[in-house]
């Protein structure tokens, strides 16, 4: 359900918006209320917003597969801190503990990284009424998005984007080095993770690596790829192909509790509209911003298989 308290929720705002895209001239008292002054960029109405992040949500599977969460309207940093999974059980009538120590959490840094999509269309499609540019857009928007998202949480470099699972040092810790692809490889991956993990795990891989495990056999001739479900020992598996293949020095399965993977938006998308740059070729342009981070926060929760050297 819409809030329409929000400034960009409120339908002035929307239809105003969406007439800014087409170039239509005409009142825009309410499209103030979403500039962004620092990058000339008008925030996507409310509704439009919650159509392209359920378009996303489709396109990245870290969307699903991760914790996503909003943390709009915040300082430049902010910190995500996390603690063990575990209860305590306290006799009736004592002291229940209160824990004052800050070294008691892991404190995660979680910054502001810009990823940004341009696109153009014809100006003919722009101002035809019976074209649905919305929909267009948001589709399109939520296709490059999602791929960068996605790439980004695999391979992110920490410094320009979102820290990827794989990076050397705050990705996902090496369960299992081998040479070569084999099922008791692929075993003591699985039981590289603590069971904890293990209940929620979900294997990655790409569609390389995944054709490579659905023929392989244990010595009494069975597949560990159940054909039936798609799962490996019982556990789903995903395919992205930002996964390395099964190369030397690449770690090319991942498996573990990937809701440890925290991906942060710090705003919703915005855009704008670039007239002039490709007015000569009859065209109009759309730069459009959004800005995340991501990190898994607890390394241990997924374990990489890395092929040796």
């Known amino acids: 359900m819409v809030n329409y308290t929000l400034p960009t929720a409120q339908p002035e705002y929307h239809g105003q918006f969406w007439d800014m895209v087409r170039k239509n001239t005409g009142k825009q008292d309410y499209l103030s209320r979403g500039y962004n002054t620092s990058n000339g960029t008008y925030t996507l109405p409310t509704a439009s917003s919650a159509r392209l992040d359920k378009a996303i949500d489709q396109e990245s599977i870290f969307r699903t597969m991760g914790t996503f969460i909003s943390a709009y309207g915040h300082s430049y940093r902010i910190f995500a801190k996390d603690s063990d ?10 002291e229940i503990p209160i824990y004052e120590d ?3 959490f892991n404190i995660n840094t979680v910054d ?4 940004v999509v341009s696109l153009k269309m014809d ?21 490059n998005f999602g791929r960068a998202e996605e790439k980004a949480c695999i391979t992110g470099n920490g410094a320009s984007e979102p820290v990827g699972i794989l990076h050397e040092n705050d990705g996902a810790e090496i369960g299992k080095t081998t040479s070569e692809l084999s099922y008791d490889d692929v075993v003591e991956l699985y039981f590289s993770v603590k069971p904890e ?6 294997w990655l891989m790409n569609d390389k690596t995944a054709l490579a495990l659905r023929k392989i056999k244990d010595a009494d001739g069975s597949y560990i790829w159940n054909h039936n479900n798609d799962t490996i020992l019982g556990k789903p598996v995903q395919i992205s192909e930002f996964m390395p293949d099964a190369e030397a020095g690449k770690k090319a399965i991942a ?21 002039e740059k490709f007015a000569i070729h009859d065209q109009v342009g759309y730069l459009a911003l959004e800005f995340l981070d991501g990190k898994l926060i607890r390394p241990e ?9």
């Not at 999974?85 to 004592?94: H, N, R, S, V």
């Not at 502001?112 to 990823?115: G, I, Q």
């Not at 101002?127 to 399109?140: C, M, N």
């Open 85 to 94: 999974d575990l209860a305590t059980f306290i006799p009736e009538g004592e």
């Open 102 to 104: 800050a070294d008691e």
């Open 112 to 115: 502001f990284h810009k990823a």
């Open 123 to 143: 100006e003919d499609f722009v101002r035809d009424a019976a074209f649905d540019i919305e929909g267009y857009l948001v589709k399109r928007l939520a296709k």
């Open 197 to 202: 993990y293990r209940k929620h795990g979900t």
């Open 255 to 275: 498996f573990g509790d990937f809701s440890y993977y925290w991906f942060i938006s710090r705003s919703p998308v915005s855009l704008r509209t670039l007239t």
């Open 301 to 309: 929760a997924v374990k990489v298989l890395q092929i040796g050297a």
